[in-house]
């Protein structure tokens, strides 16, 4: 085993670490910040509130356990989760209020009572969501489509024969306005197309079996918020011999005649023949290889969308609100169309609420709770942003003090903002994106770069900038990839 370099403490990152102890490399992770987790990161605000600063849904858990699986520990005694039941509250524009059960039969009968719609209409939606899932999923998220392999197996070859009937050409809205009789319905089910930073209205029907991995496979609660899942894995890669080195961004992926030989910091130049970057590939291209050509139709892909979050601390608890909130709005094609099209904020955008201190005590004061309050917009191309910020804080306010009957602005006793610009900064991600490139399009999963490099030898590449894709179970899958690449 060769000594590799990972650039980035991201959430794949630090997986890929752990998997390449395993395997027996010595590993050295360069990190540009002061700590691990790149968007998974945590802050606290004055007064006592803890926050998870990035990811706030969890699922496919077993992706996590299976790191400590794979290095020989009982995942158990580093990281801990539980089933959320109920995943959701809902609140429409028309005031009707929905609880999403974790069991699939209770939703169903909960949208019939509150909405009017026969159950089976949503459990046949959600069966079909499940049979998408696992007739592709196995091939698309979990393995490299850039190998000529990967097209030999009979399990890939039944997944492309699968594809025309799971809806290429038409988009995942036009899915559910066919599925479902009431359009409180078609809006819940297009907002998993936001899971990667999509738009229901130009995302292909394929992306239809998202609500599976919520509803089917379930929706999880780490213990001690989402930051402990970074958290964890960087105690287990510590104990496999991992060496974190913090504040010392990567400048230069060095090379030689078609082959990586190491990394340039500012503390100096470091020999490696196998290097594995954590850092969105654009700027990977951009700012590490500048002398490289880069493959310029992949890195020009449109981006996925980014967000706009305000954590608050709140001076009273809402019995009403769970760990997910949906504050929906009125008119969803405008929201959509004002972060693809026009590359702005709706006036009236749907608002995500994600509140932790119910499940983890100390996350807030007692009789208090933080709210991580986050909206959909644009990645940042130039934007103005503390104008907007100003306008959607406005917006947001009146849209929650209303569904809950309270003046919320009254009740903030701590603030921060992250918006576009801010976690392009921290991150590095292109334009703030949180996904790398969006899923708008029927070739999209083909077109994100793949996990290796085809010009230099050595040079591979993880994180949800790359194949499969964003969000944390694909980062998991991507490192999966990267270390057996590397492996053969
Ligand atoms: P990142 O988290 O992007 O980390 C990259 C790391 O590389 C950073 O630490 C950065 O400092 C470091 N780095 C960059 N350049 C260099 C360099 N040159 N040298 C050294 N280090 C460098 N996902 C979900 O699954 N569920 C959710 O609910 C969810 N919600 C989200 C909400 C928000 C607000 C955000 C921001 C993201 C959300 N996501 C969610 C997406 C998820 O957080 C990301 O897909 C995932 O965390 C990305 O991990 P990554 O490994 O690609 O790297």
New binding site residues.
């Given amino acids: 085993p060769q000594p590799a370099a990972i650039?980035?403490?991201?959430?794949?990152?630090?997986?890929t670490a752990v998997r390449l102890a395993v395997q027996g490399h010595r590993v050295t992770?360069?990190?540009?910040?002061e700590?691990?987790?790149?968007?998974?990161?945590q802050l606290e605000l004055p007064g006592g509130y803890r926050f998870d600063?990035?990811?706030?849904?969890?699922?496919l858990p077993h992706l996590v356990d299976e790191l400590f699986q794979l290095a020989g520990r009982n995942p158990h005694d580093y990281f801990r989760y539980q089933r959320l039941d109920p995943i959701t509250q809902y609140f429409f524009a028309d005031g009707t209020r929905l609880t999403a059960w974790a069991d699939e039969e209770q939703f169903a009968r909960e949208v019939e009572e509150k909405l009017r719609v026969p159950a089976a209409e949503v459990l046949r939606f959600l069966r079909r969501s499940g049979r998408a899932y696992e007739a592709t999923a196995g091939t698309f998220l979990q393995k490299s489509l850039h190998k000529a392999g990967t097209y030999l197996s009979p399990e890939v070859l039944k997944a492309l024969a699968a594809l025309p009937q799971l809806g290429l050409t038409s988009t995942m809205h036009q899915r559910h306005a066919a599925a479902f009789s009431d359009p409180r319905l078609v809006q819940l089910f297009d907002r998993f197309a936001t899971?990667n930073?999509s738009d229901p209205y130009q995302a292909p029907a394929t992306l239809s079996m998202i609500p599976h991995l919520e509803h089917g496979l379930g929706a999880f609660y780490p213990e001690g918020g989402?930051y402990a899942i970074a958290q964890s894995l960087v105690r287990l890669a510590e104990e496999l011999g991992v060496e974190f080195r913090y504040q010392?961004?990567?400048?230069e992926i060095l090379t030689n005649k078609g082959a990586v030989t190491g990394?340039r910091?500012p503390k100096g130049d470091y020999e490696f023949s196998v290097v594995v970057?954590?850092?969105?590939v654009v700027?990977?291209y951009r700012?590490?290889l500048p002398r490289q050509p880069a493959p310029e139709r992949t890195l020009g892909q449109p981006r996925s969308s980014?967000?706009l979050?305000f954590y608050w601390g709140i001076a009273q608890r809402f019995p009403e609100l769970g760990v997910h909130n949906i504050f929906f709005s009125q008119d969803y094609k405008r929201e959509f169309d004002a972060i693809f099209r026009d590359k702005t904020i709706s006036p009236d955008p749907t608002v995500y609420v994600?509140i932790t201190a119910g499940h983890t005590p100390t996350d807030a004061p007692a009789g208090h709770e933080n709210w991580?309050v986050?909206i959909n917009v644009p990645h940042h191309e130039g934007q103005n942003w503390p104008e907007l910020i100003a306008q959607t804080r406005q917006a947001v306010l009146r849209r929650v003090s209303q569904a809950l009957g309270a003046d919320v602005a009254s009740l903030i006793r701590a603030e921060q903002v992250?918006d576009p610009p801010g976690?392009e900064a921290?991150?590095?991600?292109f334009g703030?994106a949180?996904?790398?490139s969006s899923s708008n399009n029927t070739l999209a999963a083909f077109l994100r770069h793949p996990n290796f490099s085809g010009q230099l030898a050595g040079l591979y590449f993880?994180?949800?900038?790359?194949h499969p894709?964003?969000?944390?179970?694909?980062?998991l899958l991507?490192?999966r990839i990267v270390s057996s690449l590397i492996k053969n």
């Fill in positions: 650039i980035g403490a991201g959430i794949a990152g630090i997986a992770v360069f990190e540009a910040q700590s691990f987790g790149g968007k998974m990161h600063g990035g990811p706030s849904l969890f699922t899971y930073g989402i010392e961004p990567v400048l990394v910091t970057s954590n850092m969105d700027p990977t700012r590490l980014s967000a979050i994600n991580f986050m992250w976690i921290r991150t590095s991600s703030g949180l996904y790398g993880c994180g949800g900038s790359v894709g964003g969000g944390i179970p694909l980062c991507s490192a």
